[in-house]
């Protein structure tokens, strides 16, 4: 998967349901759940459900840093 097509499917899911699993260093995990705010060029922004606002980039997606997972309907 290309950073291209991993942009074009986040922002087909702007507005949505989103749960991130972030991959840190020695082994360290955080978990945010919440939706999917802002798209930029390099970044998008997360509004998590305890109103903070994070930012993930699609390289992270591509290097498996972070983990998304979409709420199906």
């Known amino acids: 998967m ?8 986040i922002d087909s899911k ?5 749960k991130i699993i972030y991959n840190g260093s020695r082994n360290k995990k955080e978990e945010y759940s919440g939706i ?3 798209t930029y060029n390099y ?6 459900d ?6 993930f980039s699609y390289r992270d997606v591509l290097t498996n840093t ?3 997972f979409f ?3």
Request: glycine share 2%; charged share 35%; no cysteine.
């Open 71 to 73: 709420d199906k309907l």
């Open 2 to 9: 290309t950073i291209e097509k991993i942009k074009n499917n």
């Open 50 to 55: 305890s109103d903070e606002v994070k930012s």
């Open 66 to 68: 972070i983990e998304l």
């Open 14 to 18: 702007l507005g949505d349901n989103v």
């Open 43 to 48: 970044i998008f922004i997360i509004k998590t």
């Open 36 to 38: 999917i705010s802002e």
